[in-house]
């Protein structure tokens, strides 16, 4: 079993910056895919980036390739989504997920965080 609680909700203008974390609860967090799930209002829930538990493999939607970075520490349980030069668009609820398989549907992902509000003003 792994819980998982976001932090980093916040306002910021667009071209700004925010980071988002996940701390995770469970002695086998290091064996988990690590991923950003987000969901903006009236619309799906869509991927965003994860990162494969060793941290050699990582997968990003096209939309945030060369603004936003994951990463993970295993050793504090940890994940990270760093995410530059935001735009009007990024505006959502962010959900962290852990699942098996580096895989960007959201069926395969078994353990959800509560979601934060992330808002980005133009």
């Known amino acids: 079993q792994v819980q998982l609680v976001e932090s980093g909700v916040g306002l910021v203008q667009a071209g700004g910056s925010l980071r988002l974390s996940c701390a995770a609860s469970g002695r086998t967090f290091s064996l988990y895919t690590m991923a950003w799930f987000r969901q903006a209002p009236g619309k799906e829930r869509e991927f965003v980036a994860a990162?494969?538990?060793?941290?050699?493999?990582?997968l990003y939607t096209d939309s945030v390739k060369g603004r936003f970075t994951i990463s993970r520490d295993n050793a504090k349980n940890t994940v990270a989504l760093q995410m530059n030069s935001l735009k009007p668009e990024d505006t959502a609820v962010y959900y962290c997920?852990?699942?098996?398989?580096?895989?960007?549907?959201?069926?395969?992902?078994?353990?959800w965080g509560q979601g934060t509000q992330v808002t980005v003003s133009s």
């Open positions: 997920a852990a699942g098996q398989w580096l895989v960007i549907t959201t069926t395969h992902y078994h353990y």
């Open positions: 990162m494969r538990w060793s941290g050699d493999g990582t």
